[in-house]
């Protein structure tokens, strides 16, 4: 199966009153859960479905833990995970505070191996089917 595509009308609000364009967009063709992952892992080894499901769920627990002490979760051939935050900009490094904070976020670093694999465009696509 191929990783599908819509083309979307944007507006260039940057630009020239209000230009319009297209660009092509990556559509998400459903969700894999952890049901799922769990299943297809242990066809593909010797442990069983509900001892992977065992590892993953604990293996969320301990990424949520490590990240919130501001470690990079290193998850070798899969990539690195880190904390990250939005917070409001001041004129002077003594009114930043904490409290301050908008948001948190995770920041995903892909392997040097993903990294390539992206770039090698061996990645079939097609367009999405239309909308009847």
Wanted: charged share 30%; glycine share 6%.
């Amino acid at each position: 199966m191929a990783l599908q595509y819509r083309i979307t009308k944007r507006k260039n609000n940057i630009g020239p009153a209000g230009e319009e364009y297209y660009i092509m967009q990556a559509i998400s063709t459903g969700e894999i859960d952890l049901e799922r992952l769990s299943y297809e892992i242990s066809n593909r080894c010797t442990a069983s479905q509900g001892d992977v499901l065992i590892v993953l769920v604990e293996m969320g627990k301990l990424m949520e833990y490590h990240l919130s002490e501001g470690r990079t979760v290193n998850m070798e051939r899969v990539g690195r995970f880190k904390m990250g935050f939005k917070s409001t900009p001041q004129p002077s490094p003594e009114l930043l505070k904490a409290s301050e904070i908008q948001k948190f976020h995770i920041n995903y670093q892909p392997t040097p191996a993903m990294k390539k694999w992206l770039k090698s465009k061996s990645i079939a696509v097609k367009r999405e089917k239309p909308k009847k």
